[in-house]
């Protein structure tokens, strides 16, 4: 009965030893990777790496982990010279393949971000406001877009005759613009129908002003944007992709 005793805290010493040793492993193992990703995305600030599943060690033992939770900062879009943050961008990878820690390959990778009205409105065309829709058509993927007609046609550029500006001040344009995604990594925006302005020539000029694109820039090149909503909040994007590399 005493060697059994002896046995059973020897081994319930070694298990502790042996989660304690795995945990600092873990810790190591993410600060390397968020080391690795930070410098292979160019990203300004360290990303937040979580390594999931216990043991790690077995793991790494096989060279593939089972699920890896990378959080981003630093990743931003770009619309006609402007440059605003991505807010809360994640990505789950799931089947990582280790190369030690040089390289690390993902076979599946989820990825969500989000955009603010707010900053959607410091990308948007001079004069421009873009806001919540409500509800309704908030689930058809639609943002308000509201400006004033002069504001939003000089600040596109368009010289407007001083008559057709007597016409047009105090008028505001009201549109609700629907969002989508254009090549895996291009919001796009554009007004679902637009007032006829009660000047010949200026109805199609302002659609060209209003309709705009945001690129985002600072996700891994494999995944894919591929949903688009609208919320109270703003815009909530996802998106897929395969072998997506993690570091290196």
Known sequence: MRALRILLITAVILGGLFAIADRLA????????AAKVRSSQGLTGEPEVSINGFPFLTQVAS????????????????????????TEVAAELSGVRLDGFSSAVADRATGSARISYEDLGKSAPKGATVSYAGAERAAKGQVKVTGPAVELLEGAGVTIPRVAKVVLEGRTIETYSTVSISGGDTVRLRAADLPELPVPGLSGTLRETVDYDLKIDGLPSTIKLDKVAADAIGLRFSGVGTNVSLAG
């Open 63 to 86: 060279s593939e982990l089972d699920d890896v939770e990378v959080r981003l900062g630093g990743v931003k879009a770009s619309a006609g010279g402007h440059s605003v943050e991505v």
């Open 26 to 33: 873990v810790s190591f193992a993410e600060s390397e990777v």
